[in-house]
């Protein structure tokens, strides 16, 4: 009876596969390391082989115990002897195997080497053929080779797992802005909406009013227009029968009848003449709409009486001579500063400036949004903007947002700079002639604007948690070059 073939007790009752096939068991047997048969097999947690030689070696002189090959750490040189893999490697070494051992295709010796030069393996041959200065600087034994290299990678890959934490934490942080953006931008949209609803609001109610009064005005207008017609259509209707009762006499032809009847009748001739009086006194009512209140300058009716709704409006802002520096000159209604080469005989009182040739505002902020305007024509320079109710006045000092300054500055008639940290160059289109200043003091926000054309020029954000003043500095004149004042605009 025929059976089954039975699997062999052990590999040396197996048939070797073909040269290739033979030639991977061999590679699966191979140290890793010292490319040769594996030498008392050891095992990692990882599942990766070696001789425990090579293994100890590497480890020995690491500081990080980890796979040559994997990179997987093992703090606590977690390895246990491979026994089975041990007994199949000496059961292959008796079938001759070894001859697919990896060697040198030049001079036929096993691999033992690494060559720097062109990253390649070498056998000893190799290396005794170089120049003798060459053959310790570019060759390295095999688990020399490894263990640099994979050092090498640790620190490269040290490097790439900093820059993935780093990428990370800017990509979170890059979400976070666009959050924040949107949210802004959400927000700003709000406000834009409700400030034009304000104005859509005024002026419906102003285009209503006026629509009413134009009726109400136009109805009394028709009504005594209409009453007039009415009347007149009356007194035209008896001028008309008058004048058919006429006719009807002139038609009687016999002048005897024609004067009999005349004297007869004396008091219809009377009646017919006093109607003719009276039917003459009649007049047209000639009532015209105003022109004048519903085809004048609405518009600009419109924006006046805007200016009660507007938020902010121009704030009516003065200087405080208190704190003018000496050598400038205010106007007798406090809104014009110059520069003038006198120096003035004032008290050096605390509020004063003593270095620089600046005033402020007389009335300080605390809360809410202001808006005022000033004049820069024809200067060449100037600072603008708003500062702390804290900073020093005595001596010069840094003029930036850190020390309680928020401006611009004009040097030179065209150099145009933010005074921010870093202070920055601002481009002008056309040449200033009214500088806008904005302040909401609880949004944090200091805005710049060219006054005539309502463009924004710089907006610096902040914390306010002190009063803050308008701040004018005309610098120097300049030998009449920057003579022209300063001037807080209060006309709409």
């Known amino acids: ?22 030639e991977d068991f061999t590679n699966e047997l191979s140290c890793p390391l010292c490319l040769e048969w594996l030498k008392e097999p050891v095992i990692l947690p990882c599942g990766h082989n070696f001789c425990r030689t090579c293994l100890d070696e590497i480890w020995g002189r690491a500081e990080v115990y980890l796979c040559p090959k994997c990179q997987a750490q093992f703090p606590d040189r977690q390895c246990i002897g491979n026994t089975v893999l041990g007994k199949l490697v000496e059961k292959l070494k008796s079938f001759s195997v070894g001859k697919y051992q990896q060697k040198c295709s030049e001079h036929g010796e ?7 030069t062109n990253g390649k393996l070498a056998c000893f041959l190799c290396r005794d053929a170089q120049k003798p200065e060459d053959q310790s600087s570019q060759f390295l034994l095999l688990p020399d080779a490894v263990q640099i290299y994979v050092e090498k990678l640790i620190s490269t890959r040290t490097q790439l797992e900093a820059i993935v934490q780093e990428l990370k934490t800017r990509k979170n942080a890059q979400q976070e802005k666009i959050s924040c953006h949107k949210e802004n931008k959400f927000h700003l949209q709000h406000h834009i909406s409700l400030e034009f609803l304000k104005l859509h609001q005024f002026l419906h109610r102003r285009e209503k009013r006026l629509m009413t009064e134009l009726q109400e005005e136009g109805k009394i207008l028709f009504q005594e227009m209409e009453a007039n017609l009415n009347k007149l259509q009356d007194m035209w209707q008896q001028a008309k029968e008058t004048v058919l009762r006429i006719q009807s006499r002139l038609y009687q032809h016999n002048s005897i009848n024609f004067l009999t009847v005349r004297n007869l009748d004396l008091n219809m001739n009377t009646v017919l003449e006093q109607k003719v009086i009276t039917l003459c006194l009649g007049e047209l009512v000639c009532c015209e709409l105003s022109l004048g209140q519903f085809k004048g300058p609405i518009q600009y009716t419109a924006w006046k009486e805007m200016k009660s709704i507007l938020g902010p409006g121009l704030s009516l802002v003065t200087l405080d001579p208190k704190t003018a520096h000496p050598n400038l000159v205010l106007s007798e209604d406090l809104r014009c500063v110059r520069h003038d080469d006198t120096r003035q005989m004032l008290l050096d009182t605390p509020e004063r400036f003593d270095s620089s040739v600046a ?19 024809n200067k060449t320079k100037w600072t603008l903007g708003v500062v702390k109710e804290s900073i020093n006045r005595k001596g010069n000092c840094t003029l930036s947002p850190r020390d309680g300054y928020w401006l611009i500055k004009l040097r030179n008639g065209n150099k145009f700079k933010a005074l921010d940290i870093p202070a920055r160059g601002l481009t002008l289109s056309t040449s200033l002639s ?22 924004h020029i710089y907006t610096f954000m902040d914390t306010f948690t002190e009063k803050l003043y308008p701040y004018l500095c005309p610098c120097l004149n300049d030998s009449n070059e920057n003579s022209e004042p300063l001037k807080i605009f209060f006309n709409m």
Request: proline content about 7%; glycine content about 10%; charged content about 20%.
């Open 110 to 116: 096993p691999l033992k080497l690494f060559w720097k």
């Open 1 to 22: 009876a025929s059976h089954s073939p039975s699997p062999p007790s052990d590999i040396s009752s197996m048939d070797l596969p073909l040269g290739l096939q033979t």
């Open 359 to 377: 005033v402020l505002g007389s009335e300080g902020f605390t809360s809410g949004k202001h808006y005022w305007e000033v004049e820069v024509e």
């Open 434 to 455: 009214k500088i806008g200043i904005y302040l909401d003091y609880d949004g944090g926000q200091v805005s710049f604007y060219d006054a005539n054309k309502m463009s």
